[in-house]
Every structure is written in C-alpha cells, then in structure tokens.
C-alpha cells in the first residue's frame, strides 16, 4: 500500500475505508496480477484511531457466506487468528411466552451459523492485507471535500489536514456509511424509517461458559442479542450484547452503574445463561432502516452503510454490505476483463440489478422481524409464539430461515462460492 503520493489517476477511487470500504479494496487488488487496477481509498480515520466509527466496540455477526467471501481473499486465516468465535446454535425466545426454537449448525450440513468478531480485530486484519498490496492508495486521515462527474471522468477534491489534492477516476464507490457526504452530494434519495429505538451495546462476562450458542430474546421493548465471544485478557465466558430499547429508556440504562445494569439485564433476560458477573463500557447507536432509491449512477456506486442501514436484530448489516462488496468486484473485474468501461452506466446497473433482490428481501425480513416482535397485539403475539415452535417441529422452514441467516440468498457471488475473480 502506497501513502498518498503525487499520482493522481486512478481506476477506482473508494470513499470511506470503514468495513466496506476496505474489504472492496482488498476484493478488487485480489484480481491482480491478472487484472491490476490502481485504487485509491480516502478515508477520515486512521483504523486504530479512538474515533474511527467503524471499528469500534462493536462486534459484528459475520454470516457463513460472509465467512467465505474473507476465505476466498485469503483474510479468513489472520481474522480467525485475531478471534473469531464460532456460532454452533442459535436460540431464539419470546420472553414473557412459551414461543421457543433453536437453529442448530449441524442441521445445516455446516459447522457453524456463523461467527462473532470483534470490529477492531476486523479492522487490523483488513488494514494489515490492504498495506501488502502495491496498487493500492491510502489516504487517510484524509475527506472529500467536492466531486464533479462528467461522461468520461469523476475529478475529486480531497483534503489532508490543510493540503489539498485533486484525483480522477473512472469509478467513484462511496462508502462513506449512513450519513454518506457522496451520496448526499450526488442528491440521491433514500427511504427512511425511524425506529424510536437505539441499541445499547457492551461486552458481558456470565459464570458458565457459553458453548457457542447466541441468543436473541425478543422482548416488549426491543430484541436483546447475546453473541458469544473468544476470551480475552484472562476474561472467558463473554458475550457481545446488544440491547435494543426504546429511545426514552436508553440514557437511564447508560447512567446505571454496572451492577444495577447487570441486574437489570439479568432480570430482563432470564438464567438461561447463566449469571451475569461483569460489564464493560455501554454505547448506544440510534436505529434506523435506510434505503437509496438509486444505488448507481454512470461513474458511481453506493454501497454498504452508505446504500441501506439496517436494525441490528439479525445481524445483517455488515453481511449484506459485504455481498455488495463481492457483487460490485465481480461486475467491474469482469467488465475489464472484456475490455468494457465498468463506469459506465450499463455496466453499473448489471450491479444494481444483482443487488436488488437480496437488498429487498433482508430489509423487509429483518424490519418485519422488529415489527412482528414489538407489539403486544394479541392475535399477533400468538401468531408469531405459533410460528416458533412449527419452525422447532419443521426442519423444512428452519433450513429456509438458516440458509437465509447464513447468508446464501439470490445469485451468490463468485467470492461467496470460494472462487476467486479471476
Ligand atoms: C449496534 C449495531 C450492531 C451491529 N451488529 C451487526 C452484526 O452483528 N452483523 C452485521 O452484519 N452488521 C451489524 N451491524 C451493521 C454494521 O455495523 C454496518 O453495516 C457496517 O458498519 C457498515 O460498514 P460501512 O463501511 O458501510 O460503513 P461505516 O461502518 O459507517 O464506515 C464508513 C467509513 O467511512 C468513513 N467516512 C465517512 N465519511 C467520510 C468522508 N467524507 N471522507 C472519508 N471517509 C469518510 C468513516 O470514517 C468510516 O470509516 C451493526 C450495527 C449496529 C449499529
């Protein structure tokens, strides 16, 4: 990886190395030697900078599909090393009721339902593949500070502290997360959808080793995830929580002291897993479902945060972002491939087109789920504890939703099939 140098063409410029942002850096320079592209990636923060918002305290549940985007890039093995837990079984309850089921790995011909990391061990493990390759452009802490788009060409001003510098490219991604400056600057339009919820997310230790299952508790005010962890610093038996509640209650959760909010949590989760003896520093994140109207443009592309934010329930965020990833490589190594410009607008919507039926289908699945399980409607609590325990007694409907959680929806990419682009 070069730091920012005077070379000012490139083939593909990617605002925002966040999660998206860096992983398609690393899918795109993995077609070389065969397909060498010159990418450049701007980016705020530094990956280990105390602000940088995407790897942060959280984890993220990395689907198995996901999982084998990273083998195929190589990652897999330095992102196990650094610490990926296993998820062997997932048991899913509606607190208050009898409905009740588990997914169970095995059931799914797989060894895992997928895998628990930490986004800071996420962010090493990219920005540490990202500095091996030669054809890729750091700049960072560095923003974009205006674009202007003709047929041919994108030109991009950015700034670095008080400098600034002028690139070119064929392709702009942006990446940039929610609250996107490209997206907003091209004036695309999203549909949005308050939730009056925000999760709180913190790392808990319990007294009984968690055997690799997670759970997600659905609760009156919002669904309650426990997701496994690998120990750390002598501290085993952890677990990633995140707890949604409603807006009004979550600066009292966040004033609590810890084993107020532990007592709390205890008695809004049960004993399943046992008791819950140390916390670590709460942050909450206000939910949203976000979506574009267009996801390109001739010369542009939105991905990842930047094109959809999502409710955290099933974990899908990030694991969505990531099949934009693989598509968007494909689409543009291919297009090299036969000699076509992949910033042209028809190449572009080959990409939108893949996308669109994996996109519609997890957010209207994941804001469903948040609906279903909020609302104390009787007929509609009944409905849905029904729906549980049928999907406990019918291996058909589990292998359905397991398939879907693992991430296999729609045409699976070439990365997602351990084939590499080239
Ligand atoms: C509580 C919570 C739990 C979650 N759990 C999961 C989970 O278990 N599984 C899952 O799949 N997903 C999960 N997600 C979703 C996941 O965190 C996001 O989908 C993911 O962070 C999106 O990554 P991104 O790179 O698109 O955007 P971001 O993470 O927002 O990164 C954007 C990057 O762009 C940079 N940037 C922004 N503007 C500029 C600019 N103008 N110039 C240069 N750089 C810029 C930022 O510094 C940042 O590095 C969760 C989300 C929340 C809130």
């Not at 002028?166 to 308050?194: C, H, P």
Request: glycine content about 6%; aromatic content about 8%.
């Amino acid at each position: 990886m070069e730091n920012n140098t005077n070379k000012t063409e490139f083939d593909v410029i990617i605002v925002g190395g966040g999660l998206v942002g860096a992983s398609l850096a690393c899918a795109l320079a993995s077609a070389a030697p065969k397909v060498e592209l010159k990418i450049a990636v701007i980016e705020n923060y530094a990956f280990d900078h105390e602000q940088q918002p995407s790897f942060d305290s959280r984890t993220v549940a990395l689907s198995y599909s996901s999982r084998e985007i990273f083998e195929t890039l190589g990652l897999w093995s330095q992102i196990e090393k650094l610490g990926a837990c296993a998820i062997e079984e997932i048991h899913v309850s509606d607190r208050g009721h009898m409905g009740l089921t588990h997914l169970r790995a095995h059931e799914q011909g797989s060894e895992a339902l997928g895998y628990v990391v930490e986004n800071q061990l996420l962010g090493k493990a990219l920005y540490q593949r990202l500095s091996e390759y030669k054809n890729i452009y750091l700049f960072c802490p560095a923003s974009v500070a205006s674009f202007t788009t003709d047929k041919q060409l994108v030109e991009v001003k950015i700034t670095e502290g008080d400098k600034e510098a002028l690139l070119s490219t064929r392709l702009l991604v942006a990446a940039d997360g929610g609250q996107s400056f490209v997206r907003q600057q091209a004036d695309i339009k999203t549909r949005n959808l308050e939730y009056n919820q925000s999760a709180i997310i913190t790392n808990i230790a319990c007294d009984k080793p968690h055997n690799n299952i997670a759970y997600e508790r659905f609760t009156d005010s919002g669904p309650l995830a426990l997701l496994p962890l690998n120990d750390c610093e002598g501290i085993s038996n952890r677990y990633s929580l995140v707890w949604t509640l409603k807006n009004e209650q979550v600066e009292k959760y966040l004033a609590m002291d810890d084993e107020t909010f532990l007592a709390a949590l205890q008695q809004r989760f049960g004993i399943r897993a046992g008791q819950f003896i140390k916390t670590a520093k709460r942050v909450s994140y206000p939910l949203e479902l976000m979506r574009v109207k267009e996801s390109v443009r001739q010369r542009l592309a939105i991905i990842g945060n930047a094109a959809h934010t999502l409710h955290p329930v099933a974990g899908q965020g990030f694991n969505l972002g990531l099949r934009d990833v693989a598509s968007l490589a494909e689409v543009v190594i291919q297009a090299r491939l036969q000699q076509e410009d992949f910033g042209e607008l028809y190449c572009l919507q080959k990409y939108e087109a893949w996308r669109k039926r994996d996109l519609l289908q997890t957010s209207l699945s994941t804001d469903s789920l948040v609906r279903l399980f909020t609302t104390n409607f009787l007929p509609v609590v009944v409905a849905r504890n029904m729906a549980l325990l049928a999907m406990d007694m019918l291996p058909g409907m589990k292998i359905n939703m397991g398939r879907q959680a693992m991430g296999f929806v729609g045409k699976v990419s070439r990365l997602a099939r351990g084939l590499p682009l080239v």
